[in-house]
């Protein structure tokens, strides 16, 4: 399952048209996502995380990783050991 929902109150990024176009995710509610295996936290270019993405295995969760850099996205997490501040991966605009 690939799942997708937007943080209240935070502002969309420019490329999330883009992102949603490439995913195909199920919009659903946060708790919904976060429930999901893997989060993968998407920032706008003020900084802040706008779109959380959940998904249930590793196949998924590389197969969006794939999308987002293919979409000129860096996740800053790459080099980290683990998950941080609940998200597993979280992309930024370059």
């Known amino acids: 399952m690939l799942c ?3 943080i ?3 502002s969309i990024g420019a490329a999330d048209g ?3 176009e490439k995913l ?3 919009v659903t ?3 919904t996502v976060r429930q999901q295996r ?3 936290g998407i920032r706008n270019h003020e900084g802040a995380i706008y ?3 959940g998904v ?3 196949p998924d969760f590389l197969e969006v990783i794939g999308k987002l850099t293919g979409l000129n996205m860096t996740d800053e997490l790459e080099e980290a050991s683990g998950p941080r501040q609940g998200y597993n991966a979280i992309f930024k605009p370059e």
Request: zero cysteines; aromatic letters at 0%.
């Open 8 to 10: 209240d109150h935070v």
């Open 56 to 58: 249930t295995g590793l």
């Open 51 to 53: 779109r959380v993405i």
């Open 4 to 6: 997708t929902t937007l």
């Open 24 to 26: 195909h995710a199920q």
């Open 38 to 40: 893997m989060v993968i």
């Open 18 to 20: 883009k992102i949603l």
């Open 29 to 31: 509610e946060i708790h």
